[in-house]
């Protein structure tokens, strides 16, 4: 099992990257979008659950206002309180006032089943913050799906509310792209350990600049997406 130095270690630099991660453009606009989301759930005692919550990145951006926080995962960590998979959610009707589930749902073999799992544990007036990849390199033989904007849609259907938000345009994805390729074609450890030093920061600089200046609002090569789901009923008070 993963000793917790090094899932904090993990959990930080899913938050708060560095410039040498090939995945900087997407992980730094995700932290924005999640940032933003959280400030808008209202609540200082909620109970929130985590699926996927092996390393838990994007829990200090509501820390202080969690009562309980409970990590769903098939894979045991330090910070996983439970072991099982989020098509079967041991838990009961409406217990959870925030769900969280970031790059997850592509690993499942039934998403709406996935989806329609969190609505039921979610309280009335509950929220779900979701990421989902549309453009990447497979990484494990369990990878199954990727999402466009108009499939999220239809997946999150029952929700009463939802608001859909890509981590980049194409320009971002483009570059993202650039980078996760060459992440996977070096194939040692030391050009790997090279590339982060050298080709890495300087393509997830040339990303940044290359969207700001371009202004474009093109979505046709997004890497993630990410979704915020609100549950019909009155929020937490």
Not at 38 to 57: E, F, S
Not at 76 to 97: C, I, K, W, Y
Not at 134 to 157: H, I, K, N, Q, T
């Amino acid at each position: 099992m993963e000793n917790l130095e090094s899932v904090n270690r993990e959990g930080k630099e899913r938050l708060y990257p560095s410039l040498k991660n090939p995945n900087w453009l997407v992980l730094r606009k995700r932290r924005e979008i999640f940032r933003k989301w959280l400030m808008q759930v209202t609540g200082r005692d909620l109970i929130v659950l985590d699926i996927g919550g092996r390393i838990q990145p994007y829990r200090p951006l509501i820390q202080r206002r969690e009562r309980a926080y409970v990590a769903v995962d098939l894979r045991r960590t330090p910070l996983v309180n439970v072991m099982a998979r989020g098509e079967r959610l041991p838990f009961g009707d409406a217990s959870f006032d925030l769900a969280i589930s970031t790059q997850v749902l592509e690993y499942i073999p039934e998403p709406a089943v996935f989806i329609a799992e969190i609505y039921r544990v979610l309280k009335p007036g509950g929220s779900l913050l979701l990421s989902v990849p549309s453009v990447c390199p497979s990484d494990a033989e369990e990878d199954s799906w990727r999402f466009l904007r108009a499939g999220l849609r239809r997946l999150l259907v029952q929700f009463e509310s939802v608001e859909i938000v890509a981590e980049g345009g194409s320009i971002t994805g483009f570059f993202r792209a650039i980078n996760a390729c060459l992440n996977i074609f070096a194939r040692f450890s030391a050009v790997r350990g090279l590339l982060r030093y050298t080709l890495f920061p300087t393509i997830n600089v040339m990303g940044l600049l290359a969207e700001r200046m371009s202004g474009s609002l093109n979505e046709q090569f997004v890497a993630n997406y990410s979704a915020w789901a609100r549950k019909a009923g009155r929020s937490h008070p």
